[in-house]
């Protein structure tokens, strides 16, 4: 029997994951950097510039577009993280747990696409909050419901974030409580320590990790999806995904170098405010531990 | 569980707050269902004044049947490729220690972390080159990226939880290395992988703008006719079809939560589903 060394043993079993994400994602970010900077693959001209950034961070779309972004991304990280552990910890409290946390995996499973029809149904204009607030007399027709699809501040995209998002940062917040928490609660009221001093002490720290994990993907997930704020915010301001794709589609090719900037600083940002949170979150624990 | 045993107050207002939490989960849910059989809705309507089996018929109709089985192929050999992917890579991670160990956790999470649309758009001529865009096997590809990232790591958390002596016991009794993987390995790792699959199967049949921009429109998968149905505010035909993209990914996940208990990693790939 041949025995290969171990570190080509290695090479050849991460060799194929390793192509994927090399073509496609290493590749795919040195492309967007690339043809952001006047890069033509297809066509072979490549003029240098820095034209497509200065047109991109000038343009009051642009601007307005990463204030809506960061707004989104993170009202929506933060509520849901917020529900999320409050919604576990109420759980444990209450029991149920078994029926509440296959509650919560259906409702992971639902396609943000579905995500984003159900909340149009429910908060535009005519939906079904909508006639609920006429049947209470609480609003008089459809034109004076609060507009909170395809509205400026983002209130529907944050809505869907909130209802898809909290159920899994739920579930993950149920799993770690699972974990031995309780008996270290119990420690700590044996030692004398009251409800709120357990929960500031034991309890949020030894779920910090994992919520923290967690609520990093959501963040990740919120800044990144398309079919949620283009299907329920506006064409102006757009989320960054949406902007990039836009001038992605424009008919005008000289506009596409804008699309690739806009991809690339959406890359950076994503990986920037991950790579902070994760250092914050850290420190945190390590000084509460 | 921890604290003073509550009163019978305090467990009421637990048990009403946790009612109110079921149904806001639901709550969405609802007009989909009366829009998929509305025939008509008038605005200050609670209820549709008329049932209709329009929603139905569409999604039995030709069209969306071709979608349906577009969707399933794609996302089939999506599952089967990040599955075949992901196993070697996760035997590596999971079994093996290895210098650059750290570099390859982080290609394999950058992936998870970056907007999927981001890394696509500087990619799409070189599909157009290839003569791969517009085609199924492009849009197959190219949901690898999202795919197989996670498929490795799912799988390589299992294989560090594989008890190396088995696979030893077969190798001694004589079975090759390919053997020993086909008789050992994958049976002991079958839950892991049956859940892989699974969840790499919904990222798949789920995904939206990948398939839009490498398909060009071309090949037509559910969400794609989903979403040209909301833009054209049909609301039954979208809430119909809303129907349809949504029920086999929640059984499915019911099926899975069920296989593996409650092990929060495996989420993490429905979560972005």
Redesign the interface.
Known sequence: ?RRWP??L??A???????T???V????????????SLGHQ??LGESTWSLDAYRAVLTDPAFVASLLLTMRVALISTGVATVLGVG?AL?????G?RAR???????????????????????LAP???LS??G??LGLVD??QSFPVLTQDAFGWGIIAEYV?K?T??IA??A???L?RGV?EL??VA?TLGAG?GQ?LRSVTIPLLAP?VAA?S???F??T??S??VPR?LGRPFPAML?VE??QR?RDTDLGVRPE??A???V??VL??VV?LAYLRLVAGLTRRQV | ???PR?TAGT?LR??A??AV??LL?L??????L??AVADTWR????LPGGLTGRGLRLVTGSSVLGALGTSTLIATAVACLAC???F??G??LGM?S??GRRV?QF??L?????????????????F??LGLADTVTGVV??Q??PT??YA?TLLGASYANLDADHERQA?VLGA??WRTVAAVTVPLLRPALVTTWLLTF?IS??E??LTL?IGGGRVTTL?LL??SA??SSD?TA??AL?LL??LP??L???VV?RLLG???DA??G????
């Open positions: 029997m171990e570190p043993r290695v050849l079993l991460l060799a194929p994951a390793l994927v994400v090399g496609f994602f290493v590749g795919g970010v040195a492309q967007a950097v690339l043809q693959p297809l919604l109420l759980v444990r409290r209450v149920g509440m946390t296959a509650l919560f995996h259906g409702t992971l499973a639902i396609p943000h696409l579905v995500g984003a029809l159900s909340i149009g149904l429910l005519s939906g079904l006639r609920v006429q049947a027709d459809a209802w998002e159920p899994f579930v993950v149920l799993a770690a699972s309780g609660e119990g009221r409800a357990r994992p967690a990093v993907l959501v990740a997930f800044m990144a398309y079919e299907l995904p990039a794709f992605f699309a690739m806009i991809a690339t959406l890359a994503s990986i991950v | 569980m921890s604290g509550p467990r637990h048990r707050a946790l939490v079921v989960v709550l969405p849910l609802l007009p989909v009366l829009w605005y200050p309507d609670l075949a992917v992901g070697p890579a035997r590596a093996h290895f210098r390859v290609l394999l950058a992936p998870v972390l970056v907007p999927a649309l981001a890394v696509t758009l500087g990619l799409q001529v070189f157009i080159r590809l190219v690898l990226m197989v990232p490795a190798r090759g290395p919904l049949w789920s939206y703008i921009l969400p989903l979403f909301i833009e609301r979208a809430a809303g993209v949504v990914p929640v499915l996940v019911l939560a409650s092990r929060d989420f993490l429905v979560a972005r589903a």
